[in-house]
Every structure is written in C-alpha cells, then in structure tokens.
C-alpha cells in the first residue's frame, strides 16, 4: 500500500470523534483499523461526511466483543454497528478473495453473482474487493496517514469514478454496482472511466437478476438523495432505467415526457436542499406520470373499461413496475391519489371545489398539474382555477385524509306513490 501525508490533503477537525475512537479501541487490542470508504473521498473533496465506516482486520465477534450494545447484521455481507454517542458507526472486516471457497461463508450464483460473501482477508485484500476507486482509500487517523494502492486519490484529482478490477466481472459479481457508477457520477459531477463505461451496455440486462425489493431500495439511493436530476440524465443514456422502470422508458418517446420528469426531479432536489420534505410517492408518481397518461389514452380510445380510463392506466403501469421495483402500497396508494386527481383537476368542476380541495394528495397533485402545464399550455386555465381556489379556501387544502378519490354518487328519483 502507497502511503500519503493526510495532514496535507484533509482537514481532521471533521473528523467524526466516534469513528477515532472505534479506530483507537481496535487499535489498542492489538488489531488494524481504518476510517474508508465515502468518508475518505470526500474529506479529500473538501465536503463533510454524512457517515464514517471502519475496516479491520478483527471479525465481527471480536469487534462485538470490544464494543457494549454493539451488533452484528446483515448475512449477505455482514457488518457490525458499534454505537458511539448518537452516532452509529459502520465497522466491517476485511474482505479476502472467495474464489476457490467452498466454504459457506461464500456463494456465488451460475452467473457470477455473490449471493453470500463472509470470507475475511488482508488489507490488500479488501482494498481490492471494494467497487470504485475512490472508495477503496483508507485513513489512518493516528498516524495521520492515507493508504491508497489503487490510484483512488488520483481519480479524485481527475474526477473521475472508476471499477476496480475488471468491469464485467465486476458487474457480474453485483449488477447494483452499475447504479452506484452513474450515482456517485451524478453525484459528484465526475466523469465515468472509459472501460467502466462500455462494460455497462453489455451487463446492464443483469439487473433483472436482482430482487425487486433491492432495487426499491436503490431506486431510494439514486432519487432520494439531493441530485435526482442528475442521475435519471446518467440512467437514460446509459441504459440503465430500463431494467428499473421499463414503462418510463417508454413513455419517452413523448417529447413532454422528459421535461416534465426532469424538472419533477430538480424541484425535488431543490427542496433537499433546503431541507424540506420529500416523498417518494411525487417523484415515482411524477416520473411514471408519462406512462399513465398515455396508457389512459389508450383504454378511453378501445372503449372497453369500467370507470376512469386513468385509474384503470394507473393500476396497470403499476402492476407492472413493481416486477421490476417492488413499491410499497405506502408510497404506491398515494401515487394513484394524485394520477387519478389528474382529469378532476382539468375540469374546474365549481361544485366539487371544496371535496377534492380537501383530500390529503390535492396539493401534490395540484404540483403534478402545475409540472404538465409547463408541457401543456391548455392545462393553465385549470392551474389559475385551483390557485383562486385554493386562495379562497386555505384552510381546507389538504385538511381531510383520504385513500381513495371520491366518487359521484348517482341520484335516483323517488317515484310518487300513486292511488
């Protein structure tokens, strides 16, 4: 391992206090530890870590062992939270080389995948077991010392984010490797290594490999994080949203597809940024928004439905996304809240102001309404109707809960009776 002068490149007064003294304790037992991974990389960037991890060379036992109230979790790959404070710090042992295990603490599937991966190594070891780079760096926070054997602090320099080892196998290994290339360049506004790059258009059909509640989990990281924007510009033109939301992709060959995801995005970015409220419920609702409308189309066009053509369209896009990214009916539901408050919105019914004023998802549906006309100047006449609405009646937007949108219910005629 390459050593480097840390006291020179970072600023260790940002150093998390509970992650140096996990270090110090492990340290004092006689075992090796290191501050890696994220938090490295952006020290060096100059930006405070949101988290720290520890790699050591003691396993989980001994580090449980060291630590009160400290746990392991995780079976794919297992890690041990050692609470320090209010802080919960990540401590993992070093990774070695499972080729050649027949051992259970390693499982690879027929197509490279690793199912299951607990064999420990050495430092080397697990530097090269780490995916990109520039999270493959490791600090020494006593000795003040940065160990890198993999070119991570000149990919940092040159902003560029990198697959350690070969792509393809790489890949192979944990298709979710290939999101976490385009989110960190998103993320950091670096540029993607040529051979990563190319390995990506002949693995990306791997994801279909991985459990559709992971990639809920992902879609999360991707989207959820302050630079959606960014990464559904990555996800498009490297291919990689198809395996994730195949009806999206569809959708846009809309030209009005696109701008409206991307401005839903970058306003939901805006708002992480100042620290308000987000949910996955607009944003997956406002991205799959394309695909709903069209499909709707569709239904009114053949005739043959019951009820609201978009209800019916919502259902169905639904239905088939969560093959492919298993949403939770907590975000699901509201999403079919504001796709089927939609042709409502358009109709500035006068007499139902006040009902659909009130129901729980009109403010985020009045957003989506407020992202299409943008796209569609026909729609700012009911945007200017539900503003002067909305002036009018403050107190109700959004005051009465609702899981479902209501209907109107059909007025039957008392016959008189007759002598």
């Not at 501050?35 to 020290?43: N, Q, W």
């Amino acid at each position: 391992m390459q050593k480097f002068d840390s006291s020179t490149l970072i600023d260790h007064s940002a150093l998390s206090r509970g992650a140096v003294a996990v270090v110090e304790r492990l340290c004092a037992h006689e075992h090796s530890a290191y501050i890696v991974g994220g938090a490295v990389r952006d020290l060096l960037l100059r930006q405070r870590p949101k988290d720290f991890d520890v790699a050591t060379d003691a396993t989980p036992e001994q580090v449980v062992a060291l630590f009160k109230g400290a746990r392991i979790i995780g079976r794919r790959f297992q890690i041990v939270h050692v609470r320090m404070g209010r802080e919960i710090i990540e401590v993992t042992t070093f990774r070695g080389d499972h080729a050649g295990d027949s051992s259970t603490l390693s499982k690879t599937s027929q197509n490279g995948r690793l199912l299951r991966d607990n064999v420990y190594g050495t430092l080397d070891q697990d530097a090269a077991r780490r995916d990109l780079t520039i999270n493959a760096m490791y600090l020494d926070p006593i000795n003040k010392i940065i160990l890198d054997d993999l070119g991570g602090l000149e990919d940092v320099k040159r902003r560029i984010v990198r697959i350690i080892g070969d792509p393809a196998t790489r890949y192979r290994e944990d298709p979710v490797r290939m999101l976490r290339v385009v989110r960190f360049a998103a993320k950091l506004g670096f540029s993607v290594d040529s051979d990563s790059l190319r390995a990506i258009s002949a693995c990306q059909h791997l994801l279909n490999d991985i459990p559709a509640a992971r990639l809920f989990d992902e879609t999360l990281k991707l989207f959820m994080a302050g630079y959606a924007a960014p990464t559904f510009e990555h996800l498009v033109s490297h291919n990689l949203l198809s395996p994730l939301f195949p009806d999206a992709v569809n959708s846009l060959t809309d030209e009005s597809a696109q701008p409206l995801i991307v401005k839903a995005m970058s306003n939901t970015d805006a708002r992480i940024a100042r620290g308000k409220p987000v949910t996955p419920a607009f944003l997956l609702g406002a991205l799959l928004w394309p695909a709903v409308h069209c499909r709707s189309d569709e239904i009114a066009r053949s005739g043959n439905h019951e009820g609201a053509p978009v209800q019916a369209a919502g259902q169905q896009i639904l239905m088939n996304t969560v093959q492919y990214v298993a949403i939770p009916k907590r975000f699901s539901i509201p999403m079919k809240e504001i796709w089927d408050l939609q042709p409502r919105l358009e109709k500035c019914a006068s007499k139902r102001v006040t009902s659909i004023i009130s129901l729980r998802r009109f403010r985020a549906a009045f957003d989506l309404l407020l992202l299409r006309a943008e796209q569609e100047p026909t729609l700012e006449q009911a945007v200017t109707f539900w503003e002067e609405q909305q002036q009018l009646f403050p107190d109700l937007v959004g005051s009465q809960p609702a899981t479902e949108i209501p209907t109107r219910k059909r007025r039957t005629r008392r016959r008189k009776n007759t002598p």
